[in-house]
């Protein structure tokens, strides 16, 4: 049986925390795309971490993690990941990843680079990790897959050739200093020696553990409005966020995919540039910003501070549903509870129209809130771990956002830790 876990807004709902949690009864975890650009931060008995490309069921014992097929493997930081699990005496873990996974070259680094320099100002707040030049090598067809560093000629002849594509660009376009063919080669070998011991053919080891009855987790990296084709087109990612990508970038059949959970997080963050409709300015937002996540709303790999807003109801609707989400996990609950009202956004207004449906990019640009305020509950709800105990001016919010989401909420997160959740009935 699997189980997705996907983020239904724009990442950071805390997907890191339900999948650490959900993965006590899992076999495997496997991320299935995204790379090392975005992290997810984790508590548990071994302390805190930042994970950016393990999956986060690394720290049981009992599973397996993946590293699929549609994951743009960055190797020396899988190691050097690896390493700080080890450091912190997180030990003998399963690791697999995928001969079919693509590498991230140095030089994707470096265009990622110089293209945020080359466009200044019109950047795309990229996280500078190679993950958009990675994508576009990899359906450009001139991509490295993990198993062709096991063929050290056939190696050789393409990276020569690569070498010289890129050379012209880095010449003519970016006059930048050139790359060398053999030192490009020498760091293909030194990175088949990293990998190796973890190679496999994760696709077949998945397909017969599931024949065999065994539990599997798919975790997404960022959320729904990150997706190249439904997200807030360009300021997205560059691999598909949507559970049902999981199925080809993990190598399974897509009708294995049987639950769905989608995090939403009871108020909005966005990091990076795009379009952003509740988004709130000014103290109000500083205040969130400092209350929120476990320790202020700054990005796990960049630092950068989240952009804030109100709980979008639109996007998170249509975030749940081209998720395909057949249940949600509201996070990061407990933050709002210094607050006397809480916005949600319920419609945009786009040129004097009441919409409900999220729109394309062109006219999401043109789009202003409509709130409709709900009582704060002005206390802490960390601690509590049954429904009923929630204050009812709590309970209110759940409700109404449930409602507005049309999928039922069965988990609500009021802490960063792994035992802070609280189940409902469906
Ligand atoms: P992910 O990428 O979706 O895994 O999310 P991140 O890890 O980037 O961001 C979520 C942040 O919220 C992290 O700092 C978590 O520790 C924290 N967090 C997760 N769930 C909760 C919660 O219910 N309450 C609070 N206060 N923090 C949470």
């Given at each position: 049986?699997?189980k997705a876990?996907?983020g239904?807004?724009w990442g950071?709902?805390?997907?890191?925390k339900?999948?650490?949690?959900?993965a006590?009864?899992?076999?495997?975890v496997?991320?299935?795309?995204g790379g090392?650009?975005?992290?997810?931060t984790?508590?548990?008995q071994y302390?805190?971490?930042?994970?950016?490309?393990?999956?986060s069921g690394?720290?049981y014992?009992h599973?397996?993690?993946?590293?699929?097929?549609?994951v743009?493997?960055?190797?020396?930081y899988?190691?050097?990941?690896?390493?700080?699990?080890?450091d912190?005496?997180?030990l003998?873990?399963k690791i697999l990843?995928?001969d079919r996974a693509?590498i991230?070259?140095p030089?994707?680094?470096?265009?990622?680079q110089?293209e945020e320099?080359r466009l200044g100002?019109?950047?795309?707040g990229?996280?500078k990790?190679?993950?958009?030049?990675?994508?576009s090598?990899k359906?450009a067809?001139i991509?490295f897959?993990?198993?062709?560093l096991?063929d050290?000629?056939a190696?050789l002849d393409k990276?020569?050739?690569?070498c010289?594509?890129?050379?012209?660009?880095?010449e003519?376009?970016?006059?930048?200093?050139?790359?060398?063919?053999k030192?490009?080669?020498?760091t293909?070998?030194?990175y088949?020696?990293?990998?190796?011991?973890y190679?496999?053919?994760?696709s077949?080891?998945?397909?017969?553990?599931?024949?065999?009855?065994k539990n599997?987790l798919?975790?997404?990296q960022?959320g729904?409005?990150?997706d190249?084709?439904?997200?807030?087109?360009?300021?997205?990612t560059s691999?598909s966020?949507?559970?049902?990508y999981?199925a080809?970038?993990?190598?399974i059949?897509?009708y294995?995919?049987?639950?769905?959970?989608?995090?939403v997080?009871?108020y909005?963050s966005?990091v990076?540039?795009g379009?952003f409709?509740?988004e709130i300015f000014?103290e109000?937002a500083?205040?969130l910003r400092?209350?929120?996540?476990?320790?202020?709303?700054f990005?796990?790999t960049?630092g950068?501070?989240?952009?804030m807003?109100?709980f979008?109801?639109v996007?998170s609707?249509?975030?749940?549903?081209?998720?395909g989400?057949t249940?949600?996990?509201l996070t990061v609950?407990?933050?709002?509870?210094?607050?006397?009202?809480?916005?949600?956004?319920?419609?945009?207004?786009?040129?004097?129209?009441?919409?409900?449906e999220?729109p394309?990019t062109?006219?999401?640009?043109?789009?202003k809130p409509?709130?409709?305020i709900l009582?704060g509950w002005k206390c802490e709800?960390r601690g509590?771990?049954?429904?009923?105990k929630l204050?009812e001016?709590?309970?209110n919010?759940?409700?109404?956002?449930e409602?507005?989401?049309e999928?039922?909420?069965?988990m609500?997160s009021?802490?960063?830790?792994?035992?802070?959740i609280i189940?409902r009935q469906?």
């Amino acid at each position: 049986m699997v189980k997705a876990i996907v983020g239904a807004n724009w990442g950071d709902e805390g997907k890191g925390k339900i999948t650490d949690m959900l993965a006590e009864q899992a076999d495997f975890v496997v991320r299935f795309q995204g790379g090392s650009n975005a992290g997810h931060t984790i508590i548990n008995q071994y302390g805190k971490f930042a994970l950016h490309l393990l999956p986060s069921g690394v720290f049981y014992n009992h599973t397996t993690s993946i590293i699929g097929n549609g994951v743009a493997l960055n190797i020396p930081y899988l190691i050097k990941e690896l390493q700080s699990l080890t450091d912190r005496n997180v030990l003998d873990r399963k690791i697999l990843v995928s001969d079919r996974a693509q590498i991230v070259m140095p030089y994707h680094i470096l265009f990622d680079q110089y293209e945020e320099e080359r466009l200044g100002g019109r950047s795309f707040g990229s996280t500078k990790s190679g993950i958009a030049p990675f994508y576009s090598d990899k359906y450009a067809k001139i991509g490295f897959q993990v198993s062709e560093l096991f063929d050290k000629e056939a190696l050789l002849d393409k990276v020569e050739h690569i070498c010289e594509m890129k050379n012209i660009l880095l010449e003519h376009m970016y006059h930048k200093p050139l790359l060398n063919s053999k030192e490009l080669y020498e760091t293909l070998l030194s990175y088949r020696d990293m990998v190796e011991p973890y190679v496999a053919d994760t696709s077949l080891i998945l397909q017969n553990a599931l024949k065999e009855g065994k539990n599997v987790l798919l975790e997404g990296q960022l959320g729904t409005l990150k997706d190249p084709d439904f997200g807030i087109y360009p300021m997205v990612t560059s691999s598909s966020t949507l559970a049902a990508y999981g199925a080809i970038g993990a190598g399974i059949p897509p009708y294995e995919v049987k639950d769905i959970i989608a995090v939403v997080k009871a108020y909005s963050s966005a990091v990076g540039a795009g379009e952003f409709v509740s988004e709130i300015f000014g103290e109000e937002a500083d205040e969130l910003r400092r209350r929120g996540g476990d320790e202020g709303e700054f990005g796990v790999t960049t630092g950068r501070p989240r952009r804030m807003g109100w709980f979008d109801a639109v996007a998170s609707r249509y975030g749940c549903r081209m998720q395909g989400a057949t249940q949600v996990a509201l996070t990061v609950l407990d933050v709002l509870g210094y607050l006397d009202e809480l916005p949600v956004c319920v419609g945009y207004e786009i040129d004097g129209k009441v919409i409900k449906e999220f729109p394309t990019t062109s006219l999401l640009s043109k789009a202003k809130p409509i709130y409709e305020i709900l009582p704060g509950w002005k206390c802490e709800i960390r601690g509590i771990s049954e429904y009923d105990k929630l204050p009812e001016k709590c309970r209110n919010y759940i409700e109404f956002i449930e409602k507005q989401l049309e999928v039922p909420i069965t988990m609500i997160s009021n802490g960063p830790k792994r035992h802070e959740i609280i189940h409902r009935q469906r």
